[in-house]
């Protein structure tokens, strides 16, 4: 399967143009990704593989282990409650933005430090490091399609 252990860039969403790292695939056949977010700011996200572009770098991720807890029932949103409309309350009712809780912050960080350890333990950690810092984008004339990643 193309997406084990590889480097892969996002395409969609806010994170469009980060360098993940596909960790493994959730059952509803979503990929499970992280930046890490320390190197790029992506956290752990699920992400279609229709929106990733495979490179050819790979990282060994043999001593990486994703908590069991991490499923897609653990990406699912709480849903607000409604309150009940009043007259003029239109336009004072804000939305709350989302605050990831404290177990998804401990899992990510969890995650990350593993596959930190991994990428330093690869022959070309440091440049690796440069890379996933780096975001992928294309110039005028070029093409997905004829390129080599």
């Known amino acids: 399967q193309w997406y ?16 993940v790292i ?22 752990l996200r699920r992400i279609n593989q229709r ?6 770098a790979k990282i060994d991720l043999a001593g990486v282990s994703v908590p069991e807890n991490i499923n897609d029932k653990y990406f699912a949103r709480v849903k607000a409650e409604k309150a009940a409309k009043k007259e003029g309350d239109i ?6 933005a989302y605050k990831p809780s404290e177990q998804r912050k401990k899992d990510q960080v969890t995650v990350d430090t593993q596959v930190l350890e991994a990428i330093k333990k690869n022959a070309d950690g440091k440049v690796l490091k440069q ?4 975001s992928f984008a294309l110039s005028k004339g070029q093409y997905p399609h004829n390129m080599a990643f």
């Open 51 to 56: 929106y990733l572009l495979a490179t050819s």
């Open 22 to 43: 596909v960790l493994k695939q959730l059952g509803t056949g979503l990929l499970l990704v992280t930046g890490p977010h320390k190197l790029n700011g992506c956290p």
């Open 91 to 96: 336009f004072d009712a804000k939305k709350e």
């Open 4 to 19: 084990q252990r590889r480097v892969s860039s996002g395409i969609n969403a806010e994170y469009k143009g980060k360098r």
């Open 131 to 134: 890379y996933l810092r780096a």
